[in-house]
């Protein structure tokens, strides 16, 4: 807790904190307030909603290749503001499109909003690998998992609160005024020079030129087994997050509770998000006492057995139950994987390893829709996914055992001859 109070001293890291916490806010509150807006607007076309989440989620397999090479050549702290600013200017724009209906002009914007918001979240964990100590990366891990937590637990209740009080247009200009408050916590960082501008910077930015960078980029993540072995972690844990968003509707509505699914998938809900929060602060606690790297394995374990026991759920309590300490163990993951990976990565490369992370998760939670979408329920049953995802994140735990240990052994090879040149 001492550590955690310590962080926010750090006046640029509690204001980059605040920033994204704010525009989070305001990005959530919307999401639900348009998803309510469509399911009442067009009752006829329940597929109109689906659609505002693929507006949110397909983004990042568009920008990716741009925005980690321009958080790593260009001012972090104007690519944040100029981010904000812009989805600004954009949420004007949504409230003509929402008043006139048209829902051309809504989903385009909903798409430009999150596209451009992808460029601000490299440029955001660049800035904050080069404002805080190697040791204090797992205390922030921690933090955005938290940050996340709160979300998952309030953040459907704050968008249907105000939709219901302000309409859509409200929703709207709460969602404008959060870009616009997170800019003005950027604005107010005083970064030294080397936070914010790693590399050298780019004196002509063209096509080339970020394609090249974006190559060495791809090449600097491959030629390192840690980053490799993590970019399994992320593929493994975006089917996960896709099985875990639809498979428990799934196995309450066809299986444990047909008649009330409904009213047992919000209580789900809140027992998920209280387990992500309260799992947080474990996390928090472990990584000041676990090494990072045993932590993430002891993580992956752990939710693959939780995971796998909803295979056997025969009634909602018991559900429920594993359901908790699925979502308990989960930040756990997070914490160690967010803490360790800016301790791996050079600072002249974190925007572009972060940007090519981003994707990889979403890619394969909608590989995992598809599969889904292809195969139940008339391949496989509405219990099987829980003990193959279940599988596939004990799967990860033992690879990493073996990768961490190799990579740890070349490395103490490594500094043995270096110790025997020097001498």
């Not at 247009?169 to 997170?182: D, H, P």
């Not at 090449?219 to 072995?229: G, P």
């Not at 009330?260 to 799992?279: C, D, E, H, K, R």
Request: proline share 3%.
């Amino acid at each position: 807790m001492i550590a955690l109070l310590k962080i926010f001293k750090n006046g640029n890291y509690c204001r980059i904190f605040f920033a994204s916490f704010s525009s989070q806010l305001g990005t959530v509150t919307s999401t639900t307030a348009f998803t309510f807006f469509l399911l009442d607007q067009y009752a006829a076309k329940p597929n109109n909603a689906s659609l505002v989440q693929l507006m949110y989620t397909l983004p990042s397999l568009f920008v990716f290749l741009i925005a980690g090479v321009l958080a790593d050549h260009l001012n972090r702290q104007k690519i944040m503001i100029i981010s904000d600013l812009a989805n600004a200017c954009f949420c004007f724009l949504l409230i003509a499109a929402a008043n006139s209906k048209s829902m051309v002009f809504i989903f385009l914007l909903l798409f430009t909003i999150t596209a451009t918001s992808k460029f601000f979240t490299p440029a955001q964990l660049s800035t904050i690998q080069g404002i805080l100590k190697k040791e204090e990366y797992p205390i922030a891990g921690g933090l955005n998992q938290m940050v996340a937590s709160i979300f998952i637990l309030f953040g459907a209740s704050l968008g249907a609160f105000f939709y219901w009080n302000f309409g859509i247009v409200g929703a709207i200009i709460i969602n404008l005024c959060s870009f616009l408050l997170s800019s003005l916590f950027i604005y107010r960082c005083k970064f030294q020079k080397t936070a914010i501008l790693t590399s050298e910077k780019a004196e002509h930015l063209n096509i080339t030129f970020v394609f090249s960078e974006f190559m060495r980029g791809l090449r600097y993540m491959f030629q390192r087994r840690l980053l490799r072995a993590f970019m399994v972690g992320t593929a493994i844990l975006g089917l996960v997050n896709g099985g875990l968003s639809l498979m428990p509707v799934y196995l309450l509505k066809f299986k444990l509770a047909p008649e009330s699914y409904q009213q047992y998938t919000a209580l789900s809900g809140m027992v998920f998000g209280i387990g992500i929060l309260s799992g947080s602060f474990v996390a928090s606690l472990l990584a000041e006492k676990i090494k990072l790297d045993r932590l993430m394995i002891l993580g992956y374990s752990l939710a693959g057995i939780f995971l796998s026991a909803e295979y056997f759920s025969q009634n909602v309590p018991y559900f429920i139950a594993f359901y908790f300490l699925t979502a308990l163990t989960i930040p756990i993951v997070n914490v160690a994987f967010f803490g360790w990976l800016p301790q791996l990565v050079d600072p002249t490369f974190m925007g572009r390893v972060q940007a090519l992370l981003d994707p990889i998760g979403n890619l394969f939670q909608s590989l995992l829709f598809g599969l889904l979408a292809l195969t139940f329920p008339q391949y496989v049953s509405v219990e099987l996914p829980f003990l193959l995802l279940g599988g596939c994140l004990i799967s990860v735990a033992l690879f990493y055992l073996i990768i961490f240990q190799r990579a740890f052994k070349a490395e103490s090879v490594t500094l043995s001859d270096k110790e025997r040149n020097n001498s």
